[in-house]
């Protein structure tokens, strides 16, 4: 057992305090690689913006679990080498068991999801607590989810949205005592979160979605009001990424995000972490392509993947200026 208060990480409870009363919502970036983790940090540090690093559990098949603890580590220190301490949070993302949970509590992890959002309610109350009463022993900070977000959620699929509903929100926090509440209100998972029909045409002939359920959040912040809430699936999907690729020979149609704006009105409210993963799959694969494409004879894996992890930490540094507000909070 290793507690994450000695690798240097913090629980999420102080900053999003802080992110709600300040208006902002903190970035959850996941990583699954040294590129991806050096360009949070450096992004991060270089905006004095605090940071959840997020790891799902199927990073952890990918890349090693003991391997993905000795990185959160070394990610303390390289901020510290950069000049600037930010809180960094290690966060379990979509956990879906008990024994996950705690085993990566025993591996260091500051802060932990329990996703019991696909099972019957009293089931996920019950899962939820049992998380909580072991994570709460070791001053991990837990989140919760209620309400189901389309698209993919590691091995759970779903089709369609099933909005929170606001009703339930404080029997499931109180009952389970978690930390942080995840809510679905129309975000999704993964690049294709709407269809084309699913859009309007704005003056500019730019395809709009339609908007979040600003008056679900509404609701939930009146029964719950100053709890930490979370929105995942809140990818925006850089159209300028998603040309690069088809560009360069990549085959991606029809995807669509969640615009800025929206993530910069939920980020206002009690929304204090938004989770993004999509955007950096394409904003690397993207750099990448376009290496290959146009320096076909390179073959040393730092000449594309230094571009990509360049073009990262851009997308990262904008995400925590123009979107989400955390800049200059660390
Ligand atoms: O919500 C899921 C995250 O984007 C993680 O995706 O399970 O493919 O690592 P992954
Ligand atoms: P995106 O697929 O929209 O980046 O969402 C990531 C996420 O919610 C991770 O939990
Ligand atoms: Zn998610």
Do not use: W
Not at 24 to 46: D, K, R, T
Not at 68 to 85: D, H, I, S
Request: hydrophobic share 35%.
């Amino acid at each position: 057992m290793v507690s994450y208060k000695e690798l240097g990480l913090v629980n999420s409870r102080e900053i999003f305090k802080k992110a709600i009363e300040g208006g902002y919502a903190i970035p959850a970036f996941n990583f699954n690689n040294m590129e991806q983790l050096q360009a949070i940090i450096s992004a991060c540090v270089e905006t004095k913006s605090p940071v959840i690093l997020q790891v799902s559990s199927g990073a952890r098949k990918y890349a090693n679990q003991t391997l993905l603890r000795y990185m959160a580590q070394g990610a303390v220190e390289y901020a510290k080498e950069l000049g600037y301490e930010i809180p960094i949070v290690l966060h379990l993302d979509h956990g879906d068991s008990f024994e996950l949970c705690k085993s990566c509590i025993e591996y260091g992890f500051s802060s932990v999801m329990i996703d019991g959002s696909h099972l019957p309610y009293e089931e996920n109350i019950a899962l939820t607590k049992q998380v909580v009463e072991y994570a709460h022993q070791h001053d991990v900070t837990v989140e919760g989810e209620l309400g189901v977000l389309a698209g993919i959620e590691d091995d759970v699929q779903a089709e369609h949205h099933t909005y929170t509903e606001p009703d339930e929100v404080v029997d499931f926090v109180t009952r389970t005592g978690v930390d942080s509440l995840a809510i679905s209100i129309g975000t999704s998972h993964g690049a294709f979160k709407f269809t084309p029909e699913q859009c309007t045409r704005n003056e500019n002939g730019v395809l709009v979605p339609p908007p979040l359920r600003f008056d679900i959040l509404k609701e939930i912040e009146k029964r719950i009001p100053g709890f930490p809430i979370v929105l995942h699936g809140s990818s925006s999907v850089p159209q300028q990424y998603v040309k690069t690729i088809n560009q360069y020979g990549g085959k991606l149609n029809d995807s669509i995000g969640i615009p800025e704006e929206q993530l910069r009105e939920a980020a206002k409210s009690a929304v204090c972490k938004i989770n993004i993963d999509s955007d950096g799959r394409l904003a690397m694969t993207a750099a990448i392509r376009e290496v290959f494409a146009t320096k076909p004879a390179e073959f040393d894996p730092r000449k594309y993947l230094g571009p990509a992890r360049d073009e990262l930490k851009k997308l990262y540094m904008h995400k925590t200026e123009s979107v989400l507000g955390s800049a200059g909070k660390a």
